[in-house]
C-alpha cells in the first residue's frame, strides 16, 4: 500500500473510531484508544504531513460527529468542521515534534507524555473559549456515562477528565512506537508508564464513587414540570400554525396547572410562536395559564428597540407569576457560532447567508436569578449554553440552587445531535454539584441529580426518550441551606489554565533547548 495511503488510512481509522465514543453509538472505551493509530503515524510523517493528515483526522471525526448541524446550515456545518480540524492540526504539529519519541527512559517516555496531555487540553479549552467558544464533544464528554469517574469535574471540570483520556493515548501510542522501533517486547504496564496512568485512573474512580455518597447541604422538595410540545421547526415560525402551536401549549399545560401537581412549568426555548412581550394573543395565552395557580417559566424572542427603531434580538427566558405578570427575564448570553450569528456579518454580507435567521442575534449581559416559592433560586441556560461551564458557574456562585436548560432541540430532528446535547449537560451538574432540569421541544426531557445521574426522564410507552407531545412532572430535592460551592464553582477552569501555562513554558523551553544545541 502506498505511504499516502497508509496516512489517510490512519487517520480514519483515529476519526471515525473516536467518533463512535459519542451518541448514538456510545461505545465510551473507544476514547481512550482511539487516537492511537493517528498519534503512531505522526512520528513517521515529515511536518508538513503531519499538520496535513492531523488535520485530516479532526475534519473526519468532526463531520462524523456532528453531520447533523446540517439540518440547520449545511454551509455553516462545512465551515464549523474546517475550523475545528485547525485545532488537530496545532495539536499533531506539537506531538509530532516535541512528544512523539520513542527514545527514551519509561519515566521520561511518561513525562512527556504529561506535557503533550497538557497541550491538548490547553487547545480543548482555547476551543471552548475563542470566538465565543465551541467546547462540543470534548474527549471528556465520551465518559458522561461513567459516573464515578467524571466526580473529577467537580475540580478540574471536563479538562482533567480529558486530561486522562489523551494521556492513555499517548503512552500507548509510544509503547507501540517502542516496540516497532526497538523490535524488543517489555512489560505492557511498565513501558512508558502504561501502568501508572491506570492505577491513577482507577484511584480516581474509587474516590469519584465514595464522592456520589456524600450530600451537600439541606434540602427542600420541588415539582417541577416539563411541557414537550414536539413542534416541527419548518411549522415554529410560520404563522399559519401560530394558533396550533398556542392550542397544543394550553392544553398540555392545563394538565399540571394545579398548586398540588407542579410548583413550576417550563416551556422549552423559543416555545411561543411570537414576542410575549408585544404579541396579544400570545401574551393572553400565558396570563390565563398563570393565573390558575403555577408559575411559568417561558422560552420566547424578545427585542428592545433603541431610539432610531433598530431592533435588538434576544433569545429569552420569562418567568410569570401567578397573577399573570412577568417578573423577570433572561437574555441568553453566549450565541451559536453560524446558528445564531454570522461574525464580521456587517462587513462580509455573505456571512448573512449561512446562518438561519435575517438579523443577528444580540447577547444577554449576564446570569439572572430567578425565584421560586421564596427559597428556592435557579437560573436559565439556553440551547447551547448548557456546553458553556462557565455560564453555570457564574449562576452558581450569584446564588442559583438549581439550573434549567431551556432548549429546541427540534433543529436536529432526530440525529445523534439530540443525544449529544444532553451528554454536555451532564458535567454542568458535577461540576457545581447542582440538580438540573431539561426542558426542550423534542429530545430529552430529564431530572440530572448533582453528581450527574440521569434519575428521571420522559420516555414514551416503549420506555425510550420521548418525541411527542408530552409533560411530564419530576420530584426532586433541591440544596438550599449550608451549600458549599465546589472547588470548580470557586475557582473555574483553574486546571486549564495550569495546562495553558505548562505548554506555552514547554515550547518556550524546548525553543530555548534548541537555540543553544544550534
Not at 8 to 18: N, R, T
Not at 147 to 157: C, H, K, R, S, V
Not at 323 to 344: N, S
Amino acid at each position: 500500500m502506498p505511504r499516502s495511503l497508509n496516512n489517510v488510512f490512519f487517520a480514519f481509522a483515529s476519526g471515525l473510531l473516536l467518533s463512535l465514543a459519542y451518541p448514538p453509538f456510545e461505545w465510551s472505551s473507544l476514547a481512550w484508544f482511539a487516537l492511537v493509530p493517528w498519534l503512531f503515524s505522526l512520528k513517521f510523517l515529515t511536518p508538513a504531513e503531519a499538520r496535513r493528515y492531523s488535520f485530516l483526522t479532526g475534519l473526519i471525526f468532526w463531520v462524523a460527529s456532528i453531520w447533523w448541524v446540517g439540518k440547520v446550515t449545511v454551509a455553516g456545518m462545512l465551515c464549523l468542521c474546517v475550523y475545528l480540524s485547525v485545532y488537530w492540526l496545532l495539536a499533531g504539529w506539537f506531538f509530532h515534534r516535541y512528544v512523539l519519541n520513542a527514545k527514551s527512559t519509561w519515566w521520561k517516555g511518561l513525562g512527556i507524555s504529561v506535557i503533550g496531555a497538557f497541550a491538548w487540553v490547553a487547545l480543548e479549552w482555547v476551543r471552548a473559549t475563542f470566538l465565543t467558544g465551541f467546547s462540543w464533544n470534548g474527549l471528556a464528554i465520551s465518559q458522561y456515562k461513567m459516573t464515578p469517574l467524571i466526580q473529577l469535574a467537580e475540580y478540574t471540570g471536563v479538562f482533567g477528565i480529558s486530561f486522562m483520556i489523551i494521556l492513555m493515548n499517548i503512552v500507548f501510542a509510544r509503547y507501540l512506537l517502542h516496540i516497532y522501533i526497538t523490535r524488543q517486547r517489555s512489560a505492557l504496564f511498565k513501558q512508558q508508564g502504561i501502568g501508572a496512568v491506570i492505577l491513577v485512573i482507577v484511584v480516581l474512580a474509587l474516590w469519584g464513587r465514595g464522592n456520589i455518597k456524600k450530600e451537600n447541604g439541606t434540602t427542600v422538595p420541588v415539582q417541577i414540570a416539563c411541557v414537550q410540545t414536539n413542534i416541527s421547526q419548518y411549522e415554529k415560525w410560520t404563522a399559519e400554525f401560530m394558533m396550533d402551536i398556542l392550542r397544543t401549549l394550553n392544553l398540555l399545560t392545563v394538565q399540571v396547572a394545579d398548586p398540588n401537581k407542579a410548583d413550576l412549568i417550563i416551556w422549552p426555548e423559543t416555545s411561543l410562536p411570537q414576542e410575549v412581550r408585544y404579541d396579544e394573543t400570545c401574551l393572553k395565552t400565558v396570563y390565563h395559564l398563570a393565573r390558575k395557580g403555577v408559575p411559568l417559566l417561558v422560552g420566547t424572542v424578545d427585542v428592545d428597540w433603541d431610539k432610531n427603531k433598530k431592533g435588538s434580538w434576544y433569545n429569552s427566558s420569562f418567568l410569570f407569576n401567578t397573577k399573570g405578570e412577568w417578573v423577570t427575564r433572561y437574555h441568553k448570553q453566549h450565541l451559536v457560532l453560524f446558528g445564531e450569528y454570522a461574525p464580521f456579518r456587517e462587513v462580509f454580507p455573505f456571512m448573512g447567508s449561512i446562518v438561519p435567521f435575517e438579523e443577528n442575534f444580540s447577547s444577554g449581559e449576564g446570569p439572572v436569578i430567578f425565584s421560586l416559592n421564596d427559597d428556592i433560586d435557579f437560573s436559565s441556560l439556553i440551547c447551547f449554553e448548557s456546553t458553556v461551564a462557565k455560564l453555570s458557574r457564574e449562576s452558581v456562585k450569584l446564588g442559583s440552587r438549581l439550573l434549567v436548560n431551556q432548549t429546541n432541540d427540534a433543529w436536529f430532528e432526530n440525529t445523534p445531535g439530540q443525544r449529544q446535547h444532553l451528554t454536555q449537560l451532564i458535567f454542568r451538574a458535577v461540576e457545581n454539584a447542582v440538580p438540573i432540569i431539561r426542558c426542550s421541544n423534542s429530545g430529552v426531557n430529564c431530572y440530572i441529580n448533582e453528581h450527574g445521574f440521569i434519575v428521571q426522564k420522559l420516555v414514551d410507552e416503549n420506555g425510550k426518550d420521548s418525541n411527542t407531545e408530552a409533560v411530564g412532572v419530576f420530584d426532586f430535592d433541591v440544596p438550599v441551606y449550608d451549600f458549599k460551592e465546589t472547588f470548580y464553582t470557586k475557582y473555574g477552569d483553574l486546571f486549564a489554565y495550569f495546562s495553558l501555562c505548562i505548554s506555552l513554558g514547554y515550547l518556550v523551553f524546548a525553543r530555548k533547548k534548541a537555540s543553544f544545541a544550534s
